[in-house]
């Protein structure tokens, strides 16, 4: 009797415990562990109130010198204001010491939240520390943050997967499979992202263990031999250094044989080797295959008009929106949705994720994908 009893107490506990979960996340507004899409960026959910008022979120951004930081940070300043946050937007314009100070200034400040999409990461482990110390959680936006243990999520895309969309789509665009049988080649070189970023060596793992098969039998060639991370990363994610490299490469390595692919990993690189490529004075007909990463507008334009063939489309909207979730969460105490626990360890944890996925573009579904989507109008495109 005394355990049936014991019982009953106990499961009325369970409910009681339950029923408190509700009320809480019912009050959060991000209360939910799987908000939906609408449910999120809703002002008015959880019953008309703003989970953000009274509390200032800070967000770290790299660099205003590519379209979509600027996006990202325009995105995510949007929602958190809708949801009555105050909003403290920083560019540290590529300067990991400036990206420093400014989440110093953050942490002095005494802010709700710190959202970072990290210069270089390596820079920020004692300001981490510090924030970790004042009890503010931070959120790895896109980038991961390595080496601390004062993150609590991580906002991204698929980053290996973007490397895999982008070498199959280079696989299937130039039938490699077909060019192997023939025992012909195609001439390919690679511009990798920047050495401080963990984005950009799952970019590559994701590119090499697609395409590796393809250079170790000849059916890809890479000329100058820079087919390592190492021999392919430009620091900073540079348009110049990429320029500069696919310059010297066409009047050297190539001085006699087109390049038929250049692997870029960004639209930065891309619009760079563009340059390069009309200066050495190619043209339509030996053009060759440009990859990138972004879906930027100049981008799209680019791949409109033939001068870049594809490009990764990352909705920074949506980016933006699973960051807030994260937000709201830590503001408010409760669980946010996430669809990975065991991809991104940074070193010193394995940080939980809410990982988009990244979706190749090009000139037969730039439409369905940007302008019906909404991403860019039709106007932008033209323009
Ligand atoms: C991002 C890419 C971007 C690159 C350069 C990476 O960390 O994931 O989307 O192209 O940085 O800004």
Redesign the pocket.
């Known amino acids: 009797m005394k355990k049936l009893f014991a019982l009953i107490l106990a499961l009325a506990m369970v409910m009681a415990l339950a029923s408190c979960g509700n009320t809480a996340s019912d009050s959060g507004t991000s209360g939910s562990t799987t908000p939906s899409t609408t449910e999120s960026t809703d002002p008015n959910a959880g019953g008309g109130d703003q989970p953000g008022k009274g509390k200032t979120v800070a967000i770290a951004m790299p660099t205003q010198s590519?379209e979509?930081?600027i996006k990202d940070g325009d995105n995510m300043k949007a929602q958190l204001e809708a949801l009555g946050y105050e909003v403290l937007l920083q560019y540290a314009e590529d300067d990991p010491q400036q990206q420093v100070s400014q989440i110093e200034n953050f942490v002095a400040q005494m802010v709700d939240c710190i959202v970072i999409a990290a210069v270089d990461s390596g820079a920020l482990t004692t300001v981490e520390a510090q924030a970790k110390t004042a009890g503010i959680p931070i959120i790895a936006y896109?980038?991961l943050l390595m080496n601390t243990d004062a993150v609590s999520y991580y906002a991204s895309f698929d980053?290996k997967g973007v490397g895999t969309a982008i070498a199959e789509y280079i696989v299937d665009a130039k039938d490699l499979e077909a060019a192997r049988a023939a025992g012909e080649s195609y001439t390919i070189e690679f511009f990798m992202?920047s050495p401080d970023?963990n984005?950009a060596v799952l970019l590559y793992e994701g590119i090499m263990e697609v395409l590796q098969p393809y250079l170790d039998d000849g059916t890809l060639v890479c000329k100058t031999g820079r087919t390592s991370f190492e021999e392919t990363c430009i620091l900073r994610?540079s348009q110049e250094t990429a320029q500069q490299w696919c310059e010297n490469y066409l009047s050297g390595f190539y001085a006699d044989e087109d390049l038929d692919i250049a692997c870029s990993a960004?639209d930065g690189f891309s619009y760079g080797i563009r340059s390069a490529l009309e200066g050495a004075g190619y043209t339509e007909a030996n053009w060759p295959l440009i990859t990138g990463?972004?879906a930027e507008l100049m981008a799209v334009k680019n791949i409109i008009s033939g001068k870049q063939t594809m490009s990764i489309y990352?909705d920074t909207r949506l980016l933006a929106e699973k960051c807030v979730t994260m937000v709201n969460a830590v503001v408010n105490g409760s669980e946010p949705e996430i669809n990975d626990t065991e991809t991104y360890d940074n070193g010193v944890m394995v940080v939980p994720s809410y990982l988009c996925t990244p979706v190749a573009v090009d000139v037969n579904n730039y439409e369905e994908l940007l302008v019906d989507g909404g991403y860019y109008t039709a106007e932008d495109l033209a323009g």
């Open positions: 590519s979509r930081w896109d980038r980053n992202g970023d984005n994610w960004f990463q972004d990352k």
